[in-house]
């Protein structure tokens, strides 16, 4: 079984920029593919953007297309999820997730972290 750990959430003005990163620990990574989500107090858990572990392919939601960038250190079983151009919007649970389907549909994940928040004021 996968453990996942996030961190690097906080308070942005709108236009900054966060780190998130997510580490991970537990059985061997190589087949899984690790994503992030976010839940806005009132809304559903919704897709961010995700990384094959191995391969490096990334997929992100249109709504963070351009602004979010994923990368992996695989020396530190570590995702990172910079967020440039932050709005107001973007302010979210944020949770990494992982699962061996490029797919990623939340109610067949594998394994979620404990989600960090990110708040973007105005």
């Known amino acids: 079984q996968v453990q996942l750990v996030e961190s690097g959430g906080g308070l942005v003005q709108a236009g900054g920029s966060l780190r998130l990163s997510c580490a991970a620990s537990?059985?061997?990574?190589?087949?899984?593919?690790v994503g992030w989500f976010r839940q806005a107090p009132g809304k559903e858990r919704e897709f961010v953007a995700r990384i094959t572990w191995n391969g490096g392919n990334t997929y992100y939601a249109d709504s963070v297309k351009g602004r979010f960038t994923l990368s992996r250190d695989n020396a530190k079983n570590t995702v990172y999820l910079q967020m440039n151009s932050l709005k107001p919007e973007d302010t979210a649970v944020y949770y990494c997730?992982?699962?061996?389907?490029?797919?990623?549909?939340?109610?067949?994940?594998?394994?979620w972290g404990q989600g960090t928040q990110v708040t973007v004021s105005s």
């Open positions: 997730a992982a699962d061996r389907s490029l797919v990623m549909r939340v109610g067949d994940i594998l394994a």
């Open positions: 537990g059985r061997t990574f190589s087949t899984y593919v």
